[in-house]
Nanobody, 123 residues
């Protein structure tokens, strides 16, 4: 059982930056597919960025390419999301999630979920 805990959300002005963290309880964060997802009010949950299983690749949604960076620290068993040049449309609940042997960033294919952290981008 992989337990995940997010932190780092908050209120930020448009154009600002924020870093989210996701602490994992099992093994090391490079053992499984792990990524960030978000859900805005009235919208479906979407994949933002994910590391695929077996270090086979990294996915970024088109809406965040060039602005968001996913990273991980095995020594701390933590994954990060650096969010730069934030826009109001980035406002959402952000979740980290993990899955075994997974090669996509589709929410339905991820089994283990954190409780989420909220990000508001507003002036």
């Amino acid at each position: 059982q992989v337990q995940l805990v997010e932190s780092g959300g908050g209120l930020v002005q448009p154009g600002g930056s924020l870093r989210l963290s996701c602490a994992a309880s099992y093994g090391t964060v490079d053992m499984y597919a792990i990524g960030w997802f978000r859900q805005a009010p009235g919208k479906e949950r979407e994949g933002v960025t994910c590391f695929m299983s077996g270090n086979t690749g990294t996915y970024y949604a088109d809406s965040v390419k060039g602005r968001f960076i996913i990273s991980r620290d095995n020594a701390k068993n933590t994954m990060y999301l650096q969010m730069n040049n934030l826009k109001p449309e980035d406002t959402a609940d952000y979740y980290c999630a993990a899955a075994w042997d997974n090669y996509n960033c589709l929410p339905d294919d991820y089994k283990y979920w954190g409780r989420g952290t909220h990000v508001t981008v507003s002036s």
